[in-house]
Structure formats: C-alpha cells, structure tokens
Nanobody
Framework: QVQLVESGGGLVQAGGSLRLSCAASGRTFSSYTMGWFRQAPGKEREFVAAITWSGSRIYYADSVNGLFTISRDSAKNTVFLQMNSLKPEDTAVYYC?????????????????WGQGTQVTVSS
C-alpha cells in the first residue's frame, strides 16, 4: 500500500522559510515522478514543483521558480520542498503526489498517489 506522508508545514511570517518533507513508502519509486501541489481556500489545486526519482528532470511553476527548491533523498525515500521568501499568497494546503514518470509532470491528473496534505500559513 503506497503511503505519502507530508510534514513540515506551519505558520511563518512573510519573507520566512519552511521545508516540507514527504516520506514515501509501499513501492519502488525509481520510475516515478514526485510532485508538490497546493490548494488555497476557494481555489483549485495547482502545481508547485516536481522531480523525477532519478533527479534527471525538475519542474517548477512560474510563481515559485527561483524561490522554492525541490529535492529528494533516495536512500530515505523522502522528497523535500524548500520554500524561501514566502508570501501570504503561498498560504495553502500542500500535497505530495507520486505518478509514473512517463505520465506525471505538471498536471494533477498524471499522479496516482496523494498524501493528506500539510497546512502552510504565511502571515503578512
């Protein structure tokens, strides 16, 4: 049974940083893409960043490019999202997702597995 467990969310002031973690278990992810999505109240879920398990491909939404960094620790089966220079508009529930590398990149429909989400709140 695949499990994705996010952690690291919380309350931070504008300009601050947070690092989210996603612990993945239940299968081999070597042929998978791991993604981060977010959903703010009243808005649709949107893509944030993604990385193939090999690290050969990385994708970022334009809104976070240069501010957020996605990485993974293959030995620990964990994916990270380092978020710097946070803004109030980054406030959302952040979800970790996993999908087959050939199908999963920047759209939610390409991902098969989802975590429960972790709340990130950025105060002004």
């Amino acid at each position: 049974q695949v499990q994705l467990v996010e952690s690291g969310g919380g309350l931070v002031q504008a300009g601050g940083s947070l690092r989210l973690s996603c612990a993945a278990s239940g299968r081999t992810f070597s042929s998978y893409t791991m993604g981060w999505f977010r959903q703010a109240p009243g808005k649709e879920r949107e893509f944030v960043a993604a990385i193939t398990w090999s690290g050969s491909r990385i994708y970022y939404a334009d809104s976070v490019n240069g501010l957020f960094t996605i990485s993974r620790d293959s030995a620990k089966n964990t994916v990270f999202l380092q978020m710097n220079s946070l803004k109030p508009e980054d406030t959302a529930v952040y979800y970790c997702a996993a999908g087959p590398m050939l199908r999963a990149s920047t759209t939610a429909s390409g991902y098969d597995y989802w975590g429960q989400g972790t709340q990130v709140t950025v105060s002004s």
